[in-house]
């Protein structure tokens, strides 16, 4: 882990009360232990190819740190871990055409901690990521079987 | 006029009996003699496999092997089958032994991250398993421990085995955009290299050992390698029919058909297998079969007369007559079939 890593998880008890001020619905969801839930979950699911430290490895799997997408709307990003990402996807100036796989086996609470943990690490760390929104956007593509496509993700908010 | 000797007639019936028994004995002894053929058919974001009887194409079996079962090989007496269990929440993998007379599980072995596509020798001594540490773990089937880690950089995906035994061929994904050959009786030594243009994918190979053929990042098609000067000889392009012209896709998925006149190539996102004329340098595109969903493998009957695609958002196994290149049905199978195999399981 790197030493800015260290540094959120350790001064993430400090941020807690001014990130509640801003976000009161978040007081119930973001703590410590979600955030190192989110980070054990990343390591095991998510870095063997996104990477440890949210490089990318070029010909499997695009970055995260340094883009946009960990602060990317929740909706379409718990979509891509529901369900998976397919097609062709530029990141950083690359092209990646490969398939995320769906993730959709874990738990609302399991994705909103991985989802928050990217936010945290590589994002915009005032939006956390809560079950509810989770259980609620899973609801809703019930009904869907296979990955998203990028076009398909731009059309929703 | 008069009636036949009651006798005459009964010798009559005798003999036909005999003949018929004679022939029905003939059948059944030729069939047992052959063994039967199953499709084995790993469901990659589910937990089980199915097994489909090949002279009926009928689901005769599903076991549950472990979350998210991949990649699937077996020796050529299909004493047993081995699957590799990718395991998404768990930091490490399985190999499992599976005993395809009884359809269970025999042995479990923990293996590296996130297994992909195995394969072992014909002799079912040697198992090689790409895992997401950059590595491909070899596995002694006989003491059912790991013997070596070979790494080749990028992400392990892609395994090939010759028919002889003695060569493995590596295709991991990623930066090293090259196959690695291993040279198995020598004590699983890295013999050699041949790189490609771009990130290699699933591969195939002839029995005979001179061209292995990859398909490649970037690439609607595959690549052709000389495998003696590790030399790419040949880039082939599927034709994309009009409909399908700028939709972008990749390819995943190529096998030789046991009879080794043609190669079938899965096009993903045309929804479309490619079929190419192998008798002849150039690889002629034959022609292109629509599927009815997007694809991921494909594998054939040992008598090069059935295709077997893996349609995978459809959660259905695509059976083609070889011939003539239509489709004969579709088997519901299980969530997100993915890598196949056909085994015979010798008459007893």
Not at chain 2, 68 to 79: F, R, V
Not at chain 2, 208 to 223: C, E, K, M, P
Not at chain 2, 271 to 279: F, M, S, Y
Request: charged residues 20%.
């Amino acid at each position: 882990m790197t030493p800015s890593r260290h540094a959120v998880l350790l001064l993430f008890p400090l941020i807690i009360p001014f990130i509640n001020c801003k976000n009161p619905t978040a007081r119930e969801t973001i703590d410590g232990l979600q955030l190192a839930k989110g980070q054990a979950l990343y390591e095991v699911s998510c870095a063997s190819c996104h990477q440890p430290e949210g490089q990318g490895l070029d010909g499997v799997a695009p970055p995260l740190a340094g883009t946009h997408w960990p602060s990317d709307s929740t909706p379409r990003l718990a979509r891509i871990v529901l369900h998976g990402l397919r097609g062709p996807i530029t990141v950083a100036g690359t092209e990646y055409n490969l398939e995320m796989p769906a993730m959709g086996f874990f738990a609302d609470e399991d994705i909103a901690a991985i989802l928050t943990y990217l936010r945290f690490t590589w994002g915009q760390p005032a939006q956390p990521v809560t079950p509810k929104a989770i259980r609620q956007i899973r609801t809703k593509t019930r009904a869907r079987t296979d990955s998203w496509t990028l076009r398909e993700l731009r059309e929703i908010p | 006029m008069t009636a036949s000797p009651p006798v005459k007639s009964t010798r009559s019936i005798l003999v036909c009996a005999l003949i018929l028994l004679g022939l029905f004995c003939s059948q059944a002894a030729s069939k047992t003699s052959k063994g039967r053929q199953f499709l084995w058919q790993t469901n990659a974001y589910g937990d089980d496999v199915h097994i489909i009887d090949i002279a009926t194409h009928e689901v005769v079996g599903h076991i549950k092997v472990g979350p998210q079962p991949h990649g699937i090989a077996a020796p050529d007496d299909a004493h047993v089958v081995f699957v590799a269990i990718e395991n998404f929440k768990a930091p490490l993998g399985e190999l499992v032994w599976i005993n395809p007379r009884t359809q269970k599980v025999t042995h479990r072995l923990t293996v590296g991250p996130k297994p992909n596509q195995i394969a072992c020798t014909p002799d079912g001594r040697w198992v090689y398993v790409p895992c997401n540490d950059q590595h491909y773990w070899v596995i002694d089937a006989q003491t059912k421990k790991v013997v070596a880690k070979i790494k080749t950089g990028g992400r392990p995906h892609n395994t090939q085995c010759s028919r002889d035994g003695r060569f493995m061929y590596l295709s991991p994904m990623g930066p090293p955009k090259r196959v690695t050959i291993i040279d198995v009786k020598a004590g699983h030594k890295v013999v050699g290299q041949i790189p490609f243009a771009n990130s290699v994918r699933p591969p195939a190979l002839a029995p005979d050992n001179q061209r292995f053929f990859q398909h490649i990042d970037g690439l609607i098609g595959f690549q052709v390698a000389d495998i003696a000067s590790r030399k790419i000889i040949a880039t082939v392009k599927h034709k994309i029919p009009a409909e399908h012209k700028g939709r972008r896709t990749r390819c995943h998925g190529l096998g030789i058909r046991p009879d080794q006149k043609e190669i079938w190539s899965c096009n993903v996102e045309h929804k479309t297998v490619h079929v190419h004329d192998l008798t002849r340098e150039g690889y002629l595109e034959i022609t292109a079969i629509p599927m009815i969903g997007r694809i991921y493998w494909l594998t054939f009957s040992p008598d090069s007369r059935y295709c077997y695609v893996a349609v995978r958002a459809e959660k259905k196994v695509c059976v083609v007559d070889c011939k003539t290149k239509k489709i004969l049905k579709h088997i519901r199978v299980g969530n997100t079939p993915k890598r196949n195999l056909v085994i015979t399981l010798p008459g007893e």
